[in-house]
């Protein structure tokens, strides 16, 4: 069993910065994808980025060029460092863990709400 544990969220301005933080615990895979989704009110769940344990990351255009993943994979950490923050960035942000090598096995993070205001 894999728990997900998200800290660092808040209220911020428009064009403030806040960095998300999620620690994996229990039994964690190198092939293991870890990521950062999010929901905002009345909307579905939105991949924002993720990132392999090798490096390789993937982001919503959306937010490219506006947040930055990365992983310390000693720590089975994920981190998520969000700047120019808009108020459309304002939702639940949920950290994921994708077991890749059991098609669908995922892991969620309880969510950390973010909320930028105009």
């Known amino acids: 069993q894999v728990q997900l544990v998200e800290s660092g969220g808040g209220l911020v301005q428009t064009g403030g910065s806040l960095r998300l933080s999620c620690v994996a615990s229990?039994?964690?895979?190198?092939?293991?994808?870890m990521g950062w989704y999010r929901q905002a009110p009345g909307g579905q769940r939105e991949l924002v980025a993720d990132?392999?344990?090798?490096?390789?990351?993937d982001y919503a255009d959306s937010v490219k060029g506006r947040f930055t993943i990365s992983r310390d994979n000693a720590k089975n950490t994920v981190y998520l460092q969000m700047n120019s923050l808009k108020p459309e960035d304002t939702a639940v942000y949920y950290c994921?863990?994708?077991?890749?090598?059991?098609?669908?096995?995922?892991?969620w993070g309880q969510g950390t709400q973010v909320t930028v205001s105009s």
């Open positions: 229990g039994i964690i895979f190198r092939s293991d994808k």
């Open positions: 994921q863990l994708d077991r890749t090598g059991i098609p669908g096995r995922m892991y």
């Open positions: 990132a392999t344990s090798g490096g390789k990351t």
